[in-house]
């Protein structure tokens, strides 16, 4: 049974839902309030709708299906060139988006912080640009020939005219003697980025997992398995995280054959068939492929969290828990040997931030993944939601908020904005588009897409609090 001050908490708060909502026209209230909830405990999920259109004339922060292929699945495959086919606008906001940081030589083995578009103009609109497209692929492998393959990431205005990448593909694949796979991921497909991950997972079954299995046969796939590899699947390394991931799977024992897509490789994405489990850490975008490789190739998958300490512990036992009692009794040692560096950071900042409020929005996993985080330090989360879930994240939400917790999918600039200004929280944790906005309003601000630049003032170099730091930059805006 709900305490009557939580019960107090909870109808407050859904009074503030019904006023913010009032600003609407009724078509609009009676669409957006389905989005926007109270969590309260007890129930299987947060309540609100998921995964439709936003509507017409609101402000909302969602990216199109072209960047969930291009600026998430595909392009930090570092040795691939990554072709943006279509006009510049597009291209060039894909370029170095994220901070997916990589290991390699730009322009000589890898590129995944250079910009590759066909750059069309109104007469590619009016002939097509097949042509362009089959040149500007011979191009780039006379330029860089050590690439690896090319992935042709098409903008909206391929879709509309019917330009045949898949045609182009084939016939270019064969000249240079590399993969050329066609992303259908037009931005205006779908509701938001969510279908580009699908479409880009979809590719990835057809045009490379094809080419792995054709090998198997063939005899040509050389592969030296041991009972403790497995891959790491929807990490994007930004600002680094999958490298710690890494480092601390390694410690346990294990054998991380295939990272992607982050720091990850087209032979890396070859091999994963081969592992004996997928390590999934963005469920959102890699979910799909996942699932498939479960379904075709018997491989099993689990969700992890390494952010905050609880959670990262808590996730190598589970891991571990998979495998034989050696792993299991590493994961023990991994976590002795760090939990003291822990200990210390949680005793020196907690009792600076302990019931301090967070605000949070964003995509992907954040919204639910680090949360215990903030527990850990002592924060509490008082608003969560993502910009392009399914139900089944907000499902998977649900084990993680507290009672009362306000609960917001696809949330308008509009309503974000009076939900901050009515909560006070004493952090916004968001992405680039929101944080100028409550810096002015004279709140701190974290983005938490590809993370602020700046650094904690005493940031470990320990692997094992690698992702505790991500949050461990929130505790210096507290530090007077």
Known sequence: MTPPENQNIIEERKE????????????????REKHLNVYEEGKSDCGVKSNVKSLPGVMTARGCAYAGSKGVVWGPIKDMIHISHGPIGCGYYSWAGRRNYYIGTTGIDSFGTMDFTSDFQERDIVFGGDKKLTKLIQEIDVLFPL????????????????????????????????PVVPVRCEGFRGVSQSLGHHIANDMIRDWVFTKSDQAKKDGTLKFEDTPYDVAVIGDYNIGGDA???????????LRVVAQWSGDGTLNEMLMTPNVKMNLIHCYRSMNYISRHMEEAYGIPWLEYNFFGPTKIAESLREIASKFDETIQANAEKVIAKYQPTMDAVVAK???????????????????????????????????????FAHNDDYKRT?????????????????????????LKPDLVASGVKEKYVFQKMGLPFRQMHSWDYSEPSDRSSTSYNARFFRGGRIKSLFLA
């Not at 593909?169 to 003697?177: H, L, N, P, V």
């Not at 907690?350 to 850990?376: C, Y």
């Not at 649900?398 to 009515?422: H, L, S």
């Open 398 to 422: 649900a084990g993680y908020i507290e009672n009362g917790t306000i609960v917001y999918d696809d949330v308008t600039a509009y309503e974000f904005e009076e939900f901050i200004k009515a």
């Open 16 to 31: 503030l839902i019904k006023e913010v909502l009032e600003a609407y026209p009724d078509k609009a209230k009676k669409k």
């Open 147 to 178: 690439n690896r393959g090319v992935s042709i990431q098409s903008e909206c205005p391929i879709g509309l005219i019917g330009d045949d990448i898949e045609a182009v593909a084939r016939k270019t694949s064969k000249e240079i003697g590399k």
């Open 349 to 387: 900042y907690r009792p600076r931030l302990e019931g301090k409020t967070v605000a949070i929005m964003v995509g992907g996993l954040r919204p639910r993944h680090v949360v215990p985080a903030f527990l850990d330090l002592g924060m509490k989360m008082i608003g969560t939601g993502y910009e």
């Open 243 to 253: 490298w710690a991931s890494r480092i601390l799977l390694e410690e346990i024992g």
